[in-house]
């Protein structure tokens, strides 16, 4: 009886809604009458205007439409297809397959690492899709947090691939060290740079949050500092024991996690006003639920968990066949290829005049890896015996140097164009060439 009284007052509801968005000349008769069959389901003698009426329910109040109000099947189907067809990136996907024989079957580094770093980019917007779906279920504050410390982690999972190898093999932990690095330089320099670029094409001069970018730029110049230390220290061999760049770069990365927290306290909390042009307005629409968000972002984890260990077992291999030094392919080949998903998003939010949104993807995605990513790796490798230190080398850290003294420079006054784009670019093509004329004791 009281499923029946409610559901006869919502088609009551739905009804003169109806009638409203229809005009006042409806006449009341039109009110569908709701009745119960044998089988405990409701059945009207009207069940368009119940349809429509709750249809305009939903949309004049925002109500968003259960995943599972079609039943499981449609919910499947809906589901899997927004997956794994909703963008063109999922063709990539068709090299998973591929990658998992060439491990089984042994076939050569190469074409192993290949497979592996094409099925790694459509992976890595996937799951950037999945914490996007997670968040529509969560309030603002945490769906934020989510986002900003998630969002970089398939650089986490490589890195953690490499970190365990490392404890046999420690010339892996230099591939961990400069996989970071360039992570910060695609994203500073190309990301940012073909946005600019991209963008200033269309709108002679954009326009982007000057006190965000000033945050930003400032967390980046203390990781520089960060890593300038312990490089000094081992170059200049002043250091009390042979440990002591070891010890700093423990010290400092419990710092800089430190300053990540407080900086989540000031964009998510004291200050998000500041950072509130930072976020995209377009909402997806909820396809999976929350706990089909937590299933696949568990599942799409575990597979770039193994995608990252086949490119491990093959960089050093593959860097011979290509004839490339292997910190070259470490530090500008993987990250491009990590990165690109963040890179079709950063040049379309250019080309629509959203730039906040668009160095909100790029110079966010840097700091996130410099200040947590990092710092975190160091930790991780202290906790299971792979000495990893923050002491990058002279090389290493000259580009990073560079890098965020031109970007804080250009992005000081808040204003863009695509001559600052190709200034970027510019100094991104540089380095690269350099990495590839770099002589270290890893090659």
């Given at each position: 009886?009281?499923?029946?009284?409610?559901?006869?007052?919502?088609?009551?509801?739905?009804?003169?809604?109806?009638?409203?968005?229809?005009?006042?000349?409806?006449?009341?008769?039109?009110?569908?009458?709701?009745?119960?069959?044998?089988?405990?389901?409701?059945?009207?003698?009207?069940?368009?205007?119940?349809?429509?009426?709750?249809?305009?329910?939903?949309?004049?109040?925002?109500?968003?439409?259960?995943?599972?109000?079609?039943?499981?099947?449609?919910?499947?189907?809906?589901?899997?297809?927004?997956?794994?067809?909703?963008?063109?990136?999922?063709?990539?996907?068709?090299?998973?397959?591929?990658?998992?024989?060439?491990?089984?079957?042994?076939?050569?580094?190469?074409?192993?690492?290949?497979?592996?770093?094409?099925?790694?980019?459509?992976?890595?917007?996937?799951?950037?899709?999945?914490?996007?779906?997670?968040?529509?279920?969560?309030?603002?504050?945490?769906?934020?947090?989510?986002?900003?410390?998630?969002?970089?982690?398939?650089?986490?999972?490589?890195?953690?691939?490499?970190?365990?190898?490392?404890?046999?093999?420690?010339?892996?932990?230099?591939?961990?060290?400069?996989?970071?690095?360039?992570?910060?330089?695609?994203?500073?320099?190309?990301?940012?740079?073909?946005?600019?670029?991209?963008?200033?094409?269309?709108?002679?001069?954009?326009?982007?949050?000057?006190?965000?970018?000033?945050?930003?730029?400032?967390?980046?110049?203390?990781?520089?500092?960060?890593?300038?230390?312990?490089?000094?220290?081992?170059?200049?061999?002043?250091?009390?024991?042979?440990?002591?760049?070891?010890?700093?770069?423990?010290?400092?990365?419990?710092?800089?996690?430190?300053?990540?927290?407080?900086?989540?306290?000031?964009?998510?909390?004291?200050?998000?006003?500041?950072?509130?042009?930072?976020?995209?307005?377009?909402?997806?629409?909820?396809?999976?639920?929350?706990?089909?968000?937590?299933?696949?972002?568990?599942?799409?984890?575990?597979?770039?968990?193994?995608?990252?260990?086949?490119?491990?077992?093959?960089?050093?291999?593959?860097?011979?066949?290509?004839?490339?030094?292997?910190?070259?392919?470490?530090?500008?080949?993987?990250?491009?290829?990590?990165?690109?998903?963040?890179?079709?998003?950063?040049?379309?939010?250019?080309?629509?005049?959203?730039?906040?949104?668009?160095?909100?993807?790029?110079?966010?995605?840097?700091?996130?890896?410099?200040v947590s990513v990092f710092p975190l790796c160091v930790i991780v490798g202290w906790m299971i015996g792979s000495p990893l230190t923050l002491d990058v080398h002279?090389?290493?850290?000259?580009?990073?140097?560079?890098?965020?003294?031109?970007?804080?420079?250009?992005?000081?006054?808040?204003?863009?164009?695509?001559?600052?784009?190709?200034?970027?670019?510019?100094?991104?093509?540089?380095?690269?060439?350099?990495?590839?004329?770099?002589?270290?004791?890893?090659?």
């Open positions: 009886q009281l499923h029946f009284i409610l559901l006869k007052t919502a088609a009551l509801v739905g009804s003169s809604v109806v009638r409203r968005s229809h005009g006042s000349s409806m006449p009341e008769d039109t009110i569908p009458l709701v009745v119960m069959d044998g089988n405990g389901q409701a059945s009207t003698n009207n069940a368009d205007e119940v349809e429509t009426g709750q249809v305009v329910l939903e949309e004049e109040h925002n109500i968003p439409r259960p995943v599972l109000a079609d039943g499981y099947i449609v919910y499947l189907k809906r589901s899997l297809g927004e997956l794994f067809f909703g963008t063109r990136f999922n063709l990539l996907l068709l090299a998973l397959p591929f990658a998992m024989i060439a491990k089984a079957a042994g076939w050569s580094d190469v074409t192993l690492f290949t497979f592996s770093l094409i099925t790694l980019c459509p992976l890595a917007e996937r799951l950037g899709f999945l914490i996007d779906q997670l968040t529509l279920h969560i309030n603002d504050t945490l769906g934020s947090l989510l986002t900003a410390s998630f969002g970089n982690v398939p650089e986490l999972i490589i890195s953690m691939s490499f970190l365990r190898r490392g404890k046999d093999d420690h010339s892996l932990l230099r591939l961990v060290q400069v996989s970071l690095i360039g992570s910060i330089l695609s994203n500073l320099l190309l990301v940012l740079g073909s946005s600019m670029l991209i963008g200033g094409v269309r709108h002679p001069e954009q326009q982007f949050n000057k006190v965000g970018a000033k945050a930003n730029t400032g967390l980046l110049m203390l990781v520089t500092a960060a890593v300038l230390f312990p490089t000094i220290l081992d170059v200049t061999h002043e250091g009390r024991d042979d440990e002591a760049a070891l010890k700093f770069s423990r010290f400092t990365s419990i710092c800089l996690l430190l300053s990540y927290v407080l900086y989540l306290f000031f964009q998510l909390k004291t200050h998000r006003h500041v950072f509130s042009g930072e976020e995209d307005d377009d909402k997806d629409d909820d396809v999976l639920g929350f706990w089909g968000s937590v299933f696949w972002l568990a599942v799409f984890s575990l597979i770039i968990s193994f995608v990252s260990d086949f490119m491990v077992d093959a960089i050093k291999g593959a860097s011979a066949a290509y004839n490339v030094p292997t910190l070259f392919t470490g530090t500008i080949i993987l990250p491009i290829v990590g990165n690109a998903a963040e890179h079709a998003s950063a040049t379309i939010f250019a080309w629509r005049n959203k730039m906040d949104v668009a160095c909100g993807v790029a110079v966010g995605s840097s700091v996130q890896i410099a002279i090389f290493e850290f000259a580009t990073l140097a560079v890098t965020v003294l031109v970007v804080s420079s250009l992005m000081h006054d808040g204003h863009s164009h695509w001559m600052t784009g190709i200034l970027l670019l510019m100094v991104y093509v540089v380095i690269s060439v350099g990495y590839l004329e770099h002589e270290d004791d890893f090659n």
